[in-house]
């Protein structure tokens, strides 16, 4: 296939889709400088596996890369959290980056409550949740079944609430 | 129903909060497009190439500079450039640099020569300061060999310092040009000298190692050190229950969906609660003492223990810590959470 024609359909799924997987990944790590080198190094593993790619899902694909990148990112860096899978990415709710500094307090409070969640539980309800994939969108993504997406889904809520209601969160929308 | 319906309005107005700022979007598609334009897509190649030739012409001056001192001792210096502010230039300077301050000494403990070691200081999340740092004569920095890099107090200010070092190799027929490890917080020392190791075997896969933390690895925990006495990798399960009973909780990763086993080492009366989902490392009840160590122990396809990491709480300076024996013998300890 044509690499000018490769390059501008990478351009056009940057301008579409560049801040879904910026948040996605974000959500996950919790750090920006990290997050915009996942998204880089997402859309140019896009180019490079370009003829892998079977036209179906633009969103989904690119976000199934985006999961990949971030989990490497994750074993490489912050080796507990990939072999436990529990522990906060996010280290120190007192020492907000500048964009959680923007929430407003009870956004600001469901952020920290899922970034305390463990990476399954953030991962599947930012998906479903805040990205609004379908089930079966969210369950190719994370490679999971159906099944498995309800239950984490379910569970992940509980576990959220009950971390928002150790910080007191008299949130009335929860 | 309708609670909700509120708790979706409030997951999507969190979403719409972190938009990517416009001029980063526009600068990070800039660099895909000239990655994709390069023939040669290796990772950071192209953006690393200018520091090379910097450090390069930087050498040469401060060789012509210092020849006279060079000849006249053995023992090779180095020469390193600095960065104070990251959105500032780069300024070169000999490692000379007096007083207080804290001292980073990196030896290269891999199996790889290294061109040029360039190590980033961040706090906060944020780089506070970076250096970088070669064998002034031009040579590789070869396995054995080492580094210091100096800073000054006024660099860096309060608070936990991480660490990560972008090492630039020797060209290779493999096109590795250059790496970046994964960053690590650097343990307290009072006096502000660190000594840190390079350790890996390929050019894509080397980590940092902080003496202070790893060395001898000492694991201030009773229940801990008996883990570490019994546990022994390739022990298969009827051994291990053998070991530490059957008293264990099972588990699957949902990150690679291993199986594991958790055993909650010394609890108090009463723990494990009743909501526990068994998946989860309790980092609460380890530092409020209803639990002495939590061991996770992870199984390959013959049923034999592949690797295990214990949390704990050191009983000396009462920070949480992470043991892991992983599948290749080594060990690795990992601060999880200070008290």
Redesign the interface.
């Known amino acids: 296939m044509d690499q000018q024609y490769k390059?501008q359909q990478?351009?056009e799924w940057?301008h579409t889709y560049?801040?879904d997987v910026?948040?996605y990944s974000?959500?996950l790590i919790g750090?920006?400088?990290q997050a915009?080198d996942i998204?880089?190094e997402t859309?140019?593993r896009a180019?490079?596996k370009f003829d892998s790619f079977q036209g179906e899902n633009v969103r989904g694909w690119l976000f199934r890369i985006a999961r990949n990148l971030t989990?490497d990112d994750i074993r490489?860096?912050r080796?507990?959290s990939?072999?436990?899978?529990?522990?906060p990415i996010l280290k120190s709710t007192e020492?907000s980056?500048e964009?959680i500094a923007?929430?407003n307090e009870?956004?600001q409070e469901?952020?920290v409550a899922l970034s305390k969640l463990?990476?399954?539980f953030r991962d599947v309800?930012v998906l479903r949740?805040?990205?609004e994939f379908s089930i079966s969108e969210t369950a190719e993504i994370l490679g999971w079944s159906e099944n498995k997406v309800k239950v984490?889904l379910f569970?992940g809520?509980k576990a959220l609430r009950k971390e928002l209601e150790k910080e007191n969160f008299s949130?009335?929308?929860? | 129903m309708k609670q909700y319906e509120k708790m979706n309005q409030a997951f999507q107005s969190l979403n719409q909060k972190f938009d990517l700022p416009e001029q980063e979007q526009k600068e990070i598609l800039l660099k895909i497009n000239e990655r994709m334009n390069d023939t040669k897509p290796i990772k950071k190649r192209g953006s690393f190439q200018w520091k090379y030739i910097l450090a390069s012409a930087a050498t040469i001056v401060l060789l012509i500079i210092t020849s006279i001192a060079f000849m006249t001792s053995p023992n090779k210096e180095l020469v390193q450039e600095q960065d104070t502010n990251p959105d500032s230039g780069t300024n070169a300077s000999t490692g000379n640099l007096t007083g207080e301050g804290v001292t980073i000494h990196i030896t290269n403990n891999t199996t790889v020569n290294i061109d040029m070691m360039m190590v980033k200081i961040y706090q906060d999340g944020s780089m506070s300061t970076s250096q970088g740092g070669m064998n002034a004569d031009g040579s590789a920095i070869v396995p054995g060999d080492g580094l210091d890099f100096q800073f000054l107090d006024e660099e860096i200010g309060e608070g936990d310092l991480e660490l990560e070092v972008e090492l630039t190799y020797p060209s290779n027929e493999e096109g590795v040009s250059s790496f970046v490890t994964p960053r690590i917080t650097l343990s307290e020392t009072d006096e502000g000298k660190y000594s840190l190791q390079l350790k890996g075997d390929t050019e894509s896969n080397i980590y940092l190692l902080d003496e202070a933390i790893f060395a001898g690895i000492t694991t201030n925990n009773t229940s801990v050190g008996i883990a570490r006495e019994k546990i022994e990798l390739g022990l298969t399960k009827s051994e291990v229950e053998n070991l530490f009973w059957e008293d264990y909780k099972k588990g699957t990763s949902d990150v690679d969906n291993r199986e594991f086993w958790r055993y909650d080492l010394d609890t108090s009366i009463g723990y494990p609660s009743s909501d526990d989902n068994y998946e989860n490392g309790d980092i609460e009840a380890i530092k409020n003492g209803d639990i002495q160590a939590q061991v996770f122990i992870y199984w390959d396809e013959d049923n034999q223990v592949k690797n295990y990491s214990a949390i704990y709480l050191d009983q000396d300076n009462h920070h949480v810590y992470a043991y892991h024996l992983l599948s290749d013998g080594s060990e690795k300890l990992e601060l999880v959470q200070k008290k």
Do not use: A, C, W
């Not at chain 1, 990939?82 to 522990?87: K, N």
């Open positions: 390059k990478v351009n940057y560049s801040n910026y948040h974000y959500f750090d920006h400088e915009k998204l880089q859309y140019l180019y490079r989990i490489k860096k080796p507990i990939y072999f436990l899978d529990s522990i020492k980056p964009q923007m929430l009870s956004e469901l952020y463990k990476l399954s309800i949740k805040i990205k984490n569970r809520i949130h009335e929308t929860v």
